[in-house]
């Protein structure tokens, strides 16, 4: 049974440009999170997606956005990269966004520096 | 909006002799909390979770934790600390609206 996976493990990009990181939840599972986790910090949550829907938002700007596939798979985008955007990515999946109880399963995480 | 506290950047046990780490907790409503724990360069692992019932709640690698409802604490405690349980360790919470809301870490080194 594969766990989450998160392509690319790492990535530098300058800043000003575009990124997109890619996740494929754990099976079975059909909701998938995002999170940035800047270093010595705890995962700041960026957005929910659920049924290829946006269902929560965090404290992030427009420029990060994001996108779910029927088969639950996922994307982060972030346009015009800031120094500050500069972490390690988080995926994480769940079954369904209305049970609270149930853990969240994550990912290795794609570490991104912006130069 | 709900919040983890973890006091402590960094707990030093000796291999053998019993951990905890702690953590507070303020949220609306019933709270869902867990720990996970994060090995260098690698995402992070689910431990364990309390969510009714028994306030002593047992998890994987012989972790548990205490929940304590009015001092709205949950402690990550093991009786018998092991030098591979060396990592950063954080506490979360799930209120009401569903989102997971994490601790800053705290680094626990087990010393041989």
């Known amino acids: ?115 | 909006a709900q919040s983890v506290a973890q006091p402590e950047d960094q707990v030093n046990v000796a291999e053998g002799n019993p951990l905890t780490v702690k953590c507070t907790y303020s949220v609306s409503g019933n709270p869902y909390l867990f720990w996970y724990v994060q090995y260098p360069n690698r995402g992070l692992q689910f431990l364990l979770k309390y969510i009714t019932g028994d306030n002593l709640v047992k998890g994987s690698y012989g972790f548990e934790a205490e929940f304590n409802k009015s001092q709205t604490s949950f402690h990550l405690k093991k009786p018998s600390a092991l030098v591979s349980d060396s990592a950063l360790y954080f506490c979360a919470v799930r209120g009401g609206d569903s989102t997971l809301t994490f601790g800053k870490g705290t680094m626990l080194l087990v010393s041989p």
């Open chain 1, 1 to 115: 049974d594969a766990g989450v996976t998160q392509s690319p493990t790492h990535l530098i990009k300058t800043r000003g440009q575009q990124v997109t990181l890619r996740c494929s939840p754990k099976s079975g599972h059909d909701t998938v999170s995002w999170y940035q986790q800047a270093l010595g910090q705890g995962p700041q949550f960026i957005f929910q997606y659920y049924e290829e829907e946006e269902r929560q938002r965090g404290n992030f700007p427009d420029r990060f956005s994001g996108h779910q596939f029927p088969n639950y798979s996922s994307e982060l985008n972030v346009n015009a990269l800031l120094l500050g955007d500069s972490a390690l990515y988080l995926c994480a999946s769940s079954l369904g966004t209305s049970r609270r109880h149930y853990e969240q399963y994550f990912g290795p995480g794609t570490r991104l520096t912006v130069t």
